[in-house]
Nanobody, 116 residues
Framework: QVQVVESGGGLVQAGGSLRLSCAASGIIFSINAMGWYRQAPGKQRELVAIITVGGSTKYGDSVKGRFTISRDNVKKTVYLQMNSLDPEDTAVYYC??????????WGQGTQVTVSS
């Protein structure tokens, strides 16, 4: 079963950038779609970016044009480059399979805080 370790979060000023990383194990990484999700305080977790097995990408409207998801199948790692960050992007960011596993598994996530 999948296990993930997210990293790269932190505190950044509005307009700044961060790059998140997610190391995955326990799965045949190259044949699974992966995604970045986020959960802001008091809100439901939302899927913000998807990357398919073939490398196609899709983004939520709120991050389109600012975030870029990529993957390295050799390193079994997914990345999220986040530019032009806004305080509304403040959340815990998680990576996981798409769709998320039926086991309910989630990693510990990485906190992103954007100050105004």
């Amino acid at each position: 079963q999948v296990q993930v370790v997210e990293s790269g979060g932190g505190l950044v000023q509005a307009g700044g950038s961060l790059r998140l990383s997610c190391a995955a194990s326990g799965i045949i990484f190259s044949i699974n779609a992966m995604g970045w999700y986020r959960q802001a305080p008091g809100k439901q977790r939302e899927l913000v970016a998807i990357i398919t097995v073939g490398g196609s990408t899709k983004y939520g409207d709120s991050v389109k044009g600012r975030f870029t998801i990529s993957r390295d199948n050799v390193k079994k790692t997914v990345y999220l480059q986040m530019n032009s960050l806004d305080p509304e992007d403040t959340a815990v960011y998680y990576c996981n399979l798409v769709p998320a596993p039926s086991t309910g598994y989630w990693g510990q996530g990485t906190q992103v805080t954007v100050s105004s």
